[in-house]
């Protein structure tokens, strides 16, 4: 059984910066995709930042620039590094990992005070 476990939202002011964490474990493909998602409340969940297992890296036009998604395969982990955070991104995040089927985490919280 896949099991995501995300890692270090929380509470922290404008133009700060926080670090999320992805662990995976459970019998995975060595080829997939790993991805950060958010939802704010009232909103559709949307796309933040996807990687694939070769270190191809995708962004949403919101945070290019300011964040960066990594990943450690050795570990089965992916990172989401988040600087410069504005309250706009403020919200649940969400790690997924997409290999025949999607598997979500349990989300982490991320509030940014203005």
């Known amino acids: 059984q896949v099991q995501l476990v995300e890692s270090g939202g929380g509470l922290v002011q404008a133009g700060g910066s926080l670090r999320l964490s992805c662990a995976a474990s459970g019998r995975i493909s060595s080829i997939n995709v790993m991805g950060w998602y958010r939802q704010a409340p009232g909103q559709q969940r949307e796309l933040v930042a996807t990687?694939?297992?070769?270190?191809?890296?995708n962004y949403a036009d919101s945070v290019k620039g300011r964040f960066t998604i990594s990943r450690d395969n050795a570990k089965r982990t992916a990172y989401l590094q988040m600087n410069n955070l504005k309250p706009e991104d403020t919200a649940v995040y969400y790690c997924?990992?997409?290999?025949?089927?999607?598997?979500w985490g349990q989300g982490t919280q991320v509030t940014v005070s203005s």
């Open positions: 997924k990992l997409r290999t025949l089927i999607d598997y």
């Open positions: 990687i694939t297992s070769g270190g191809g890296t």
